[in-house]
């Protein structure tokens, strides 16, 4: 077998298109640089360092879009819609609006086991990504691009039921119906380094919701919100 080493993915040229053009291509490269990737190549620089630098610039465009569209919701309502767009499967499905995975550096041992489409390596690429626009084209810039690729999110998160923790939100609507605690029911498949998971929620004896992933917690969370929903759509008795 003819070891191929690790993936450069697509030319950044793409990406830099997708996000508009008129952004340093050596800083996207290096947000696209994954720790794998840098391990295998002997070393070099990774995105973690911008993925720091875009977690925060991520975290203060959003409050403030926030405040601005909510003049009347107190603190604690502000945070929870907060935690529903700054999160890391909220930041996975932006990565995957402008096909991110496409252009991530990977080692081999990511790039067998799917990591173009890991949540959480998408997620921390988007967040390397905003860093790297803060730094070469500055506050207003950044701004105008994290309102465009949030602009659902945004939108959306006043429905998104506890936000961050859909199993939260799911036990207190149970709970509000009398229908005792959800329980998890979660099969694990695949390979070690491929895993994926399955998890099914069951209330009053029947199954309300499932979901994949892969981790345990991912699946649950996608099985808790698909129960949610269902259950908030179906009147209570």
């Not at 409050?63 to 003049?71: C, F, G, I, K, S």
Request: hydrophobic share 40%; net charge negative.
């Amino acid at each position: 077998m003819i070891d191929r080493g690790p993936s450069a993915g697509e030319d950044v040229a793409g990406l830099i298109a997708l996000l508009g053009g008129g952004v340093s291509r050596d800083l996207i490269d290096l947000a696209m640089t994954h720790r794998s990737f840098a391990y295998e190549s002997g070393g070099m620089p990774t995105n973690e360092r911008l993925e720091f630098l875009g977690d925060s610039v991520l975290g203060v465009v959003i409050t403030e879009e926030l405040y601005r569209r909510h003049p009347d919701l107190p603190e604690g309502q502000l945070a929870k819609l907060r935690a529903a767009i700054v999160n890391a499967r909220a930041l996975a499905t932006v990565g995957r609006s402008i096909e991110l995975g496409r252009f991530v550096k990977l080692g081999r041992g990511e790039q067998s086991s799917g990591g173009r489409d890991k949540p959480s390596i998408i997620a921390d690429a988007v967040e390397a990504v905003i860093g790297a626009y803060y730094l070469d084209r500055g506050t207003e810039d950044t701004r105008t691009l994290v309102l465009r690729l949030f602009a659902d999110a945004l939108d959306d998160a006043e429905s998104l039921g506890a936000g961050l923790d859909w199993k939260t939100s799911l036990q207190e609507l149970a709970a509000e119906r009398a229908l005792g605690a959800p329980e998890y029911v979660v099969a694990e498949s695949g390979p070690d380094h491929h895993k994926s998971f399955h998890a099914k929620v069951v209330l009053a004896d029947t199954a309300v919701g499932e979901g994949r992933g892969f981790s345990k917690k991912e699946a649950e969370q996608l099985a808790a919100e698909q129960a949610w929903t269902a259950l908030s759509a179906t009147p209570s008795a």
